[in-house]
């Protein structure tokens, strides 16, 4: 199961943060699953010294529920290098159920793309005999494509030079056709394959070797033609030798596409829509590879589960909250517009804090409250209602301070005095150290409350 986050408002009071800890704890111990306790803003000194005080760690820092890359399903397919051949290429693809892969090198780092189309495109254009030489094909991709062995010559050397020739004619027409360093197709003919040599061809690919081979590989050495044999027919030769062309030659360089892990998804969705191509490579923070996406997994992206606490209007909430599936509210404010994909339980009671209402819920599901959970229930009593001084106030926060299992008035009066400690302050943050915004008909409006020691 996917976790479910827990969090407060915007500029989070001690309430907020203790609240979302508090009510996350709950509900795995109810359930089992993860809760995970967050906050949309920076710690303030009083909640820091309360979660000092009782050995926790501050909420995970959510800045944005808006969906990023990172939180698509993308496909983790490896790169390839570029001298692999477009025979592999094809292959890979197809055992991948892919139509597009990342051409990188060593280090990961992004040099084209390779698609389907590319490899088609070139498949059914490229009538250019010399397309081997000017790809500077490797003799051990063409070794691969044909099935072959090499008999002569040196697999790690490149066929840079020629022209590919179908040797179908007798010997005495096929002088006027080979020439030096061309690559020869023929069967095992005696004469041909004496004439090609003589002609000083690059590369002499012998057909049917399986059936019995008549090649000169002496003469071959001596003329440093290298000599292929393959088992295939001349026609299979003549029809697969293009696929050795290395991927390099065929994919596209210019104006690639690349995507980062924090793009937001909304933002990668108007980018895309206007492209008509399928799969988008992912780099990271370096400019590596490290997967592909498509248009398909920015459909199917599963919304976060979110747990409100201590609000429930949208503009007090973390952003992005519409991307989000609200499933619960726990708060004490007055209730705004709110808009959820479904039924969701909703408690509100006119309480004058958070934390009392996840007091009671403890206590309704028979549940333990432990020393470190009461003091932190406790520390957000003390503070929200101002130490029962809050004209909110009420008999239940009074009572749900014992009822948390401990007395923390003296240990919160510390951090009260951190917190109200002014004249250490700067005036712009002791004015909004605790802000809160309320939207009405008219205007929005912002509430911020100062707390002086006496």
């Known amino acids: 199961m996917n976790p479910v986050f827990v969090i407060g408002h915007r500029n989070p009071d ?8 508090c009510y996350a704890e709950l509900k795995h111990r109810l359930t089992g699953e993860p809760y995970i306790p967050c906050r949309a803003g920076h710690v303030n000194t009083e909640t820091k010294f309360v979660l000092e005080r009782f050995g926790v760690k501050a909420p995970r820092y959510i800045k944005s529920f808006e969906p990023c890359l990172s939180d698509v399903q993308y496909r983790r397919i490896p790169g390839i290098d570029e001298e692999m051949s477009l025979h592999r290429a094809w292959n890979y693809m ?13 280090d990961r780092h992004l040099k084209g793309l390779l698609t389907l189309s590319d490899i088609a495109r070139f ?19 063409l070794v691969d494509v044909l099935d072959g062995t090499l008999i002569v010559g040196d697999i790690e050397k490149r066929f840079e030079q020629g022209s590919v020739v179908v040797a179908a004619a007798n010997p005495d027409v096929l002088e006027d056709y080979i020439g030096p360093q061309d690559m020869v197709i023929l069967g095992n003919r005696y004469e041909s394959q ?32 290298s000599i292929i044999a393959t088992p295939l027919t001349t026609y299979s030769c003549a029809k697969v030798v293009s696929q050795a062309v290395p991927v390099r030659h065929v994919m596209r360089r210019r104006g690639l596409i690349t995507f980062e892990p924090d793009d ?12 008509r191509i399928r799969y988008y490579p992912l780099m990271d923070e370096q400019g590596r590879y490290i997967g592909m996406f498509s248009q398909r997994n920015l459909l199917d992206l599963e919304r976060p589960s979110v747990i409100l606490v201590d609000h429930n209007e949208r503009d007090q909430a973390a952003d992005g909250i519409r991307s989000t599936n609200i499933i619960e509210i726990i708060d004490h404010h007055r209730i ?13 009671q006119p309480l004058g804090c958070t934390a ?15 020393p470190k959970i009461a003091g932190l229930l406790c520390s957000a009593i003390l503070s929200d209602t101002l130490m029962f001084r809050s004209p909110t106030c009420t008999p239940l926060d009074r009572g749900c301070r014992r009822g948390a299992g401990a007395d923390r008035r003296s240990g919160h009066q510390k951090s009260m005095q951190r917190r109200c400690s002014a004249p250490a302050r700067a005036c712009a943050t002791v004015r909004w150290m605790s802000c809160s915004t309320w939207i009405s008909s008219i205007s929005r409006r912002r509430i911020r409350r100062l707390r002086f020691r006496r």
């Open 14 to 21: 001690t309430d907020s943060i203790c609240s979302a800890i």
């Open 94 to 106: 197809n055992e991948n159920d892919i139509q597009t892969l990342a051409v990188v090198d060593e």
């Open 123 to 141: 498949y059914m254009e490229d009538k250019d005999a010399n397309a081997l030489a000017e790809a500077g094909t490797s003799y051990r991709n």
């Open 194 to 225: 004496l004439c090609a040599i003589e002609m000083n061809a690059g590369c002499i690919i012998i057909g049917l070797g399986a059936k019995g081979l008549a090649y000169h590989p002496q003469a071959g050495v001596e003329n440093q033609v």
């Open 264 to 275: 937001v998804v909304e933002d990668v969705k108007r980018t895309v829509s206007k492209k």
């Open 336 to 348: 705004d517009s709110v808009e959820t994909s479904g039924p969701i339980y909703f408690r509100n």
């Open 356 to 370: 009392t209402i996840i007091t009671g819920m403890y206590h309704e599901h028979n549940v333990e409250i432990e």
